[in-house]
């Protein structure tokens, strides 16, 4: 199975509400669709979003990559040489991560096809089911209140609550949210780099002292205080996962060895790819640190792969924020991951098992 072209095409699909961070608003996702087609006949589907804020990565940038950089390195090559591939796609260009992680995507969905199994299977087996969380945006405290109850009540039982904008009124938001689903429904919070450390010891002793238990809290501090992070990790009791410090295996490594925090946030988007998230797994699952998988604003082509990622992985990776698809207004990809709310399950198509994806607009090759 050899590698003859790399298309690109662009998948538009609006969320059912507004996606609201302490970075940014999005209203519907509007991602690259990259396709390695080969010589016989099979087609890897990968997946990457614009996510100028966190990777740096825009629509442009991901196709100029891939298009001058990845794809010279891997059109002629073949699929069962995975490995050598991966590290070509890893050495092609510094950084341009959300571009590696979608022809890893694609790459890693045609060595599934290539042996006739389900990706995880070929990653080590595991149990094919698993249960996410769902995203409630930062907004009016009766709004989130309304947001997680309602979530609850669709049946999710852990809740990712984004703050980071307001310290007070962050505190008073989850005060609420805490008595509306008490006992019904775990909480995690995401600042995304939203407060000082002081701010953040502040919040969470408070909240702590309130008698509120929080799963974790993701990334207080900015991206690079990486100090800042394991200030914040000493001095309070609540679990503190580092979501934007971290991207590959080096800076989790740093990051251990600093014990900056206690779980890291492994996002595709960020590893570049699925090399690098199982390199993390490892890592982590060594020195006993929990890892969570997460996603961006992604539909079910690359959440999917994601999902092989967390069932193949899942001593390491024992919690799951792929909620990108439960956001969607729609599922636009027919596939061998099924979305269903909380809920996620594996068939045994080979690869990623996608069958079609609806509404996809070609870009020009
Ligand atoms: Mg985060």
């Not at 799951?320 to 399950?345: H, M, Q, R, T, Y």
Request: aromatic share 4%.
């Amino acid at each position: 199975m050899k590698i003859t072209d790399i298309r690109f095409g662009m998948l538009k699909v609006p969320l059912k509400t507004p996606f609201k961070t302490a970075l940014r608003t999005v209203n519907q996702v509007e991602d690259i669709v990259v396709m390695v087609h080969t010589d016989s006949g099979h087609v890897g589907y990968g997946e990457a979003p614009a996510t100028a804020v966190i990777t740096g990565d825009t629509h442009g940038s991901i196709v100029d990559a891939i298009r001058h950089y990845i794809a010279p390195r891997l059109i002629g090559q073949d699929v069962a040489e995975l490995n050598r591939l991966t590290r070509a796609i890893q050495g092609s260009v510094e950084k341009n991560t959300s571009a590696k992680a979608a022809v890893e995507i694609a790459l890693y969905d045609l060595w599934g096809q290539l042996y006739g199994a389900p990706l995880y299977k070929l990653l080590g087996g595991g149990d094919p089911v698993i249960t996410t969380d769902i995203t409630i945006s930062v907004d009016y405290i009766d709004k989130m209140v309304a947001d997680s109850v309602a979530a609850v009540e669709r049946g999710f039982e852990s809740l990712k609550i984004k703050v980071g904008k307001d310290i007070g009124v962050d505190i008073e938001r989850v005060k609420a949210i805490y008595a509306a689903v008490e006992g019904r429904a775990l909480l995690r919070l995401d600042a995304n780099q939203g407060w000082t450390a002081k701010q953040a010891v502040y919040a969470l002793q408070t909240l702590e002292d309130a008698g509120i238990k929080l799963e974790l809290v993701e990334q207080p501090v900015k991206a690079r205080d990486l100090d800042g992070m394991r200030y914040v990790t000493e001095r309070v009791h609540t679990p503190i996962m580092a979501d934007e410090s971290v991207f590959g295996p080096m800076e989790v490594i740093e990051l251990i060895r600093l014990r900056a925090a206690d779980i890291i946030n492994i996002k595709l988007m960020k590893t570049g790819g699925i090399s690098n998230a199982i390199k993390i797994a490892d890592i982590a699952a060594l020195h006993g640190v929990d890892c969570m998988i997460g996603c961006m604003l992604e539909t079910s082509i690359s959440v999917a792969a994601a999902v092989h990622v967390a069932v193949a992985k899942a001593d390491a990776i024992t919690k799951v924020d792929l909620d990108g698809p439960s956001l969607c207004a729609f599922n636009p990809v027919d596939g061998g991951v099924i979305f269903n709310e909380s809920e996620i399950s594996v068939t045994d198509a080979p690869g990623l098992g996608i069958r079609a994806i609806h509404g996809l607009e070609p870009l020009e090759s």
